[in-house]
């Protein structure tokens, strides 16, 4: 009991500190809507956590943004991958809040934006930084409005809040945003680990997938396991809030052995450097096999993720012969909605057999360069790629070369190099390396290319092969026709396409000078606003240029009429 009483009151204090030290009623919600979450901070996404609120916008573009507290804009940017068009406003509470996905700025801005747009003739504009006298706002205020672009998946609103020092992401829901959650976290799979050579489960020594039931009192109980070494286990579950069906990530995992706390970790606040490390708090080996995360509760050695705390041997679990242990594993959500799964261990002898470790003749030293050669293909791994020592497989066949498997994850990109000088210089021209892991749909990935080599870089293992593209993109006028008149029209939509390697450029003008073409890639639809500028006569010419990754280029060009 001298242990129990403190451990409580030290949990309590602790999640009250986190509470306490963000100021609840400084920040308004960014929308007047309902906010209902499409995405919750810290979730697991694919190589990174969430690093805002995805805020549901009703399934439409244009809802109004408001400055939730006095401030000034700080930077923006715009981009056709990412954040989109983005906007982020410093406040002089020290914090800086962040609007991504936005369709369009508060008019001043976006005339800012375009004129800069303008100026540089590009779309992505690069971080911009107006003095703070610029763009002041007040609590309230009109920003922009939501949308859809960037790396969004659908219309939402992306909202951040980060210390303006440090730039740590803060997760939102410690300000005071207020989204409705009476739902306990679902707990889909559970899955034990042998982690020491002489480990054991059942038995054996692979993991082992728990079932488990529902008590009477809302808690689940796995089966009765038998064990042996040193073990851990993983856990597959997810959150869903109120009024909507996302699968939404939780906010804590913690696990007690005989009711002593081991293993904790939430998403109060991370930095955007550290985010690479979700690749070790998942189990990455099962989510590239079977696109389920499952979250370790133990703690990787090489994972210098800041949100654990209360590690005892790192999560990892010791099992003695004849002893008993009752293992849970708590799951909650950021409003302490709460599940729970048990699991009893019986501690065994155990049944070590000389286990011989896999090899291959291409061994990993993660602390050192790694160079290996074969054929035409040679791969070259940077210090530390891996994040632990260990063996790899590499093939070159029939002109595809396999580096191992996507199952490892990487901490830095490494280079991967096709000698070229068997190509013709027509094939030259037209040469790229795919990732042909799937060969039913071969990837482009950016390629280089130098005299008699071509090379990329990438995070990736698996199968990788040369191939070629000659055919230029695809260029179709969408909502006019050559020699028409579109007096009624606000825009100018042009639909474009590549299918082997992708659109890299366009260059689009009417008259002769450059307009400002907005790429929908999702739809592959460009878009020119006619207010941007007023034309002269009514006899005008359109031509636009588009280029894919390895040169090919299509060029149309029409005439359109218009008062």
């Given amino acids: 009991m001298r242990f129990f009483f403190p451990l409580i009151l030290f949990v309590i204090i602790n999640t009250l500190n986190a509470q306490n030290q963000y100021p609840k009623n400084y920040f308004l919600p960014p929308v007047k809507i309902p906010v209902v979450l499409a995405g919750t901070f810290g ?67 976006q005339q800012y934006v375009k004129n800069v747009q303008y100026k540089k003739e590009n779309y992505d504009t690069g971080n911009l930084f107006p003095k703070p006298e610029k763009f002041p ?170 949100m654990y705390k209360d590690l005892v041997n790192n999560g990892k679990i010791h099992i003695e012969e004849n002893s008993n242990y009752n293992i849970e594993i708590i799951a909650k959500d950021f409003d302490n909605n709460t599940s729970e799964i048990r699991i009893p261990v019986q501690g065994t002898k155990s049944n070590l057999v ?92 950016t390629t280089k290319k130098d005299v008699n080599k071509v090379y990329t870089t990438t995070k990736l293992l698996g199968d990788y092969a040369l191939r070629f593209d000659t055919e230029a993109p695809s260029v179709q006028f969408y909502n006019f026709n050559d020699k028409q008149w579109i007096s009624k029209n606000n825009t100018l939509k042009v639909k474009i396409r590549d299918e082997k390697t992708g659109i890299k450029n366009y260059h689009a003008t009417i008259d002769g000078e450059w307009i400002l073409m907005e790429y929908n890639h999702k739809k592959g639809i460009l878009t020119y606003d006619f207010s941007d500028k007023k034309l002269v006569g009514s006899k005008h010419l359109f031509k636009i240029v588009v280029s894919d990754n390895v040169g090919n280029t299509k060029t149309v060009s029409a005439t359109f009429f218009k008062k």
């Avoid at 109004?64 to 983005?86: L, T």
């Avoid at 064990?227 to 809030?241: K, N, Y």
Wanted: contains cysteine; aromatic residues 14%.
């Fill in 43 to 109: 979730e697991l996404r694919s190589n990174h956590f969430h690093s805002g609120v995805d805020i549901k916008t009703q399934g439409k573009e244009g809802i109004p943004v408001y400055a939730p507290a006095d401030g000034y804009v700080s930077r923006i940017k715009v981009q056709q991958y990412g954040f989109g068009k983005a906007l982020y406003i410093n406040h002089p509470n020290g914090y800086t809040t962040v609007y991504a996905h936005l369709e369009k700025f508060e008019p001043y801005i």
């Fill in 137 to 306: 706002v007040k609590k309230g205020q009109l920003i922009g409005y939501t949308g859809d672009t960037g790396s969004s998946q659908a219309p939402h609103l992306h909202y951040e809040i980060r210390d303006t020092k440090t730039e740590r992401i803060i997760n939102p829901m410690h300000f005071g945003l207020s989204v409705k959650d009476d739902k306990a976290p679902t707990i889909q799979k559970l899955i034990a680990y042998p982690l020491s050579d002489d480990a054991r489960i059942n038995n054996s020594s692979l993991g082992s997938t728990l079932s488990f039931k529902k008590n009477e009192n809302g808690t689940f109980i796995t089966e009765k396991i038998t064990a042996c070494g040193t073990i851990g286990f993983g856990i597959c579950v997810f959150d869903r809030l109120n009024g909507a069906i996302n699968r939404n990530g939780i906010y804590s995992l913690e696990m007690k052995v005989n009711g002593k706390r081991v293993y904790y970790h939430d998403v109060e606040t991370f930095s955007f450097a550290e985010s690479k490390y979700i690749n070790l708090l998942i189990d990455y080996e099962h989510y590239k096999k079977y696109k389920n995360k499952l979250q370790r509760t133990y703690k990787i050695d090489a994972n210098k993720l800041s």
């Fill in 354 to 445: 000389f286990k011989q470790k896999d090899t291959t003749d291409y061994k990993i030293n993660a602390a050192d360069f790694n160079k290996f050669h074969q054929k035409n293909v040679t791969v070259a791994f940077p210090k530390n790629t891996f994040y632990q020592d260990c063996f790899i497989d590499f093939i070159v066949e029939n002109g595809t070369a396999k580096v191992h498997n996507p199952t490892i994850p990487l901490d830095k990109r490494y280079t991967l190099t096709f000698e070229t000088s068997f190509l013709s210089e027509d094939q030259k021209q037209h040469v790229y390396i795919a990732n042909v892991t799937n060969p039913k749909y071969p990837r482009y990935t």
